[in-house]
T-cell receptor, first 113, second 117 residues
Framework: LAKTTQPISMDSYEGQEVNITCSHN???????ITWYQQFPSQGPRFIIQ???TKVTNEVASLFIPADRKSSTLSLPRVSLSDTAVYYC??????????????FGKGTKLSVIP | GAVVSQHPSRVICKSGTSVKIECRSL??????MFWYRQFPKQSLMLMAT?????????EQGVEKDKFLINHASLTLSTLTVTSAHPEDSSFYICSARERTGGDEKLFFGSGTQLSVL
């Protein structure tokens, strides 16, 4: 199974841009990279997904270098409500043909006033 | 994005009883759903993969007779915790896979906090 490595925690002041980098050295050719946000006692919420280069939506940007062995989630001008755990996941096609996503430990982002 | 509804959001039960948790994809059909459990301050741990019309695939260490999964339709999967015990107390989360074009996304329910007394 593809594994991901992220920083355990990060702190940021309100209004700053936050970049969270994830390593996925064993990413497969067909795998997409997906980021989720989770608040306490809630299910993860989809943030952004990409395959290569750069993807941007209304809440974040995702930067993926050419070798795809890492990716960086960029959150512009964070606010207190962005305090959450962020998970980087890489799609995994198992030998039996099923598809699942394996959660790593995630990055706990704390936004400070 | 797509919506996955999970019910109930919280349940408290006595030891030895069974608890059923429902997971519904509201605006898309999901041939595959996943069930996770999460302990406080830990990551999500995949319990099983639920496939519509067939038996669920359980991860190593997860008792299939303890955690019964039924995926009878393209929009509904249920997880039944049978004869629950205090060690089964946890946060259970379901997800459903949506395929659009060439990519896939997982959308998650809001979770169920199970407390077994």
């Amino acid at each position: 199974l593809a594994k991901t490595t992220q920083p355990i925690s990060m702190d940021s002041y309100e209004g700053q841009e936050v970049n969270i980098t994830c390593s996925h050295n064993n990413i497969a050719t067909n795998d997409y990279i997906t980021w989720y946000q989770q608040f306490p006692s809630q299910g993860p919420r989809f943030i952004i997904q990409g395959y290569k280069t750069k993807v941007t939506n209304e809440v974040a940007s995702l930067f993926i270098p050419a070798d795809r062995k890492s990716s960086t989630l960029s959150l512009p001008r964070v606010s207190l409500s962005d305090t959450a755990v962020y998970y980087c996941l890489v799609g995994d096609e198992t030998g039996a043909g099923s598809y699942q996503l394996t959660f790593g430990k995630g990055t706990k982002l704390s936004v400070i006033p | 994005g797509a919506v996955v509804s999970q019910h109930p959001s919280r349940v408290i039960c006595k030891s030895g009883t069974s608890v059923k948790i429902e997971c519904r994809s509201l605006d898309f059909q999901a041939t595959t759903m996943f069930w996770y459990r999460q302990f406080p301050k830990q990551s999500l741990m995949l319990m099983a993969t639920s496939n519509e019309g067939s038996k669920a695939t359980y991860e190593q260490g997860v008792e299939k007779d303890k955690f019964l999964i039924n995926h009878a339709s393209l929009t509904l999967s249920t997880l039944t915790v049978t004869s629950a015990h205090p060690e089964d107390s946890s946060f259970y989360i379901c997800s459903a896979r949506e395929r659009t074009g060439g990519d896939e996304k997982l959308f998650f329910g809001s979770g169920t906090q199970l407390s077994v007394l």
